[in-house]
């Protein structure tokens, strides 16, 4: 590990966290239009620290929407390129009333600094800058050659970014990428995530009469698109959490024994997971299969609003003529998305009610993503996260999904190290999100001991 770079991480953390602080304070909120301002400030906000930090061709690319910003530095031959990537944009703050400091004053309490973006992404992708700057500060020169990319619409979908690295192959070309944007799963537990579910989200809509009818005229003889959709998705999963749509579990591939063994080991406690995180009375899902593999490693169907006739105040009873509901599927590794939509529509299609017509409309579609654990930039990563931090380093899945990740892999040809300095409770999307002061200097250390030590493998 670098200790010329460790002394100057510890030396300027006033500074780096100040700076953090005036990050965090624009309020890049990307799914509002009042905020676009605040968009585009925060891109060269996040141009400016790369040029700062030593990094060059430092460009604020214009897109169809949100900036993004690329920088790089390469003047190591021989050496590895490694790609970094993050987000500049943030999830909106509400409901505001509920944060217990202003969620774009950053504030610190308990050792944890309160606000949106802390930890989603601003305060992990500023470590990778900051690393970068650690680094040339001590040597004069970097590792490893070196490119960030950062969006500002991760929080939105990703339309730009998906746009631009399939047609800049040659300008991003790199052997690994490096995110900064997942958990530990414990504190202190260094973590490296190797696989993400992917996602299919679609809105189904359903009608029925050409227009909102009286239920007391009507009712009993008029399809209800509302009841029609209640009957449409109940049969699409059922009680035991199994999912009823033909062919969705082909392609799905179980654990090796091996990574379901290492999963016995974590600290996973389901009656404090059931009580702390979820909150309700029972968990649900898959009979015979553990809780994480249930959310690591399995699909899902969740619906996740029902939108149509009448939800005001008092009484109005009328049959609506349209009913919409939001549903996805979480895919994991080797489940082909194209393939999934498909099911889905030709279930629907056989499965609607009479009287109803339906419609599928596809708004993302991301596969999912497994790391092969033995590449080198991955045992690199293990070793330092360990030797930082005090102890082995973890390896799990995340539930979630990082649809960068499986756009690197496909038109990029690399795999990403995913290395976050989050905890699980740290609120993300929630109000008064955090991020642990000290992940945040850890993490700093662990991405320039992680760029010094891979170039050093190579």
Request: net charge negative.
């Amino acid at each position: 590990m670098s200790q010329p770079a460790h002394q100057f991480i510890e030396q300027n953390r006033e500074r780096f966290l100040e700076e953090l602080k005036e990050f965090i304070r624009i309020p890049s909120i990307s799914t509002l239009p009042e905020n676009q301002g605040d968009i585009q400030r925060a891109a060269r906000f996040v141009g400016e620290r790369l040029t700062g930090a030593g990094m060059e061709n430092v460009e604020v690319i214009p897109t169809g929407s949100h900036p993004l910003v690329y920088a790089d530095w390469l003047h190591a031959p021989g050496k590895p390129t490694v790609l970094c990537y993050g987000h500049y944009d943030v999830q909106p703050p509400d409901p505001v009333e509920e944060w217990v400091s202003p969620p774009f004053e950053p504030t610190l309490r308990d050792g944890n600094l309160y606000a949106r973006g802390a930890v989603d992404d601003k305060g992990q992708l500023y470590a990778h800058i900051k690393a970068v700057e650690a680094l040339r500060a001590v040597n004069g020169s970097l590792p490893v050659n070196l490119k960030f990319l950062i969006e500002g619409e991760e929080e939105v979908g990703g339309a730009s970014i998906s746009k631009y690295v399939p047609q800049n192959p040659e300008k991003l070309k790199a052997d690994v990428a490096l995110v900064s944007d997942t958990a530990l799963y414990a504190e202190g537990m260094p973590t490296l995530c190797i696989g993400l579910r992917g996602l299919v989200y679609m809105e189904i809509e359903a009608t029925g009469p050409s227009r909102d009818l009286h239920s007391g005229l009507y009712g009993g003889a008029a399809p209800n698109p509302i009841f029609g959709l209640v009957e449409l998705l109940s049969k699409a999963k059922n009680s035991r959490g199994v999912i009823q749509i033909p062919g969705i579990y082909d392609d799905v591939e179980p654990p090796a024994p091996a990574e379901l063994e290492s999963w016995t080991s974590l600290p996973f406690n389901e009656k404090e997971f059931l009580k702390k995180e979820v909150g309700a009375s029972k968990l649900t899902g898959e009979p015979g299969r553990s809780v994480l593999e249930r959310v690591w490693a399995r699909p899902t169907l969740e619906v996740h609003g029902i939108a149509g006739g009448f939800t005001g105040a008092g009484a109005k009873t009328v049959i609506p003529a349209k009913a919409t509901a939001k549903v996805s599927i979480r895919l994991v590794p080797r489940q082909d998305p194209e393939k999934v939509i498909a099911a889905v529509r030709e279930f629907v299609r056989k499965k609607t009610p009479k009287g109803i017509r339906t419609e599928v409309r596809v708004l993302s579609a991301a596969p999912g993503v497994l790391v092969n654990p033995d590449h080198p930039a991955v045992h690199v990563a293990a070793k330092v996260f360990g030797e930082v931090f005090g102890r082995p380093t973890v390896f799990i899945r995340s539930g979630g999904s990082i649809p960068i990740v499986g756009e690197f892999a496909k038109h990029l040809g690399i795999p990403t190290v995913l290395m976050g300095f989050g905890l699980p409770d740290d609120g993300l999307h929630s109000p008064n999100e955090k991020f642990r002061l000290e992940n945040f200097y850890l993490g700093i250390k662990t991405v320039s001991s992680f760029l010094e030590e891979y170039g050093q493998n190579r």
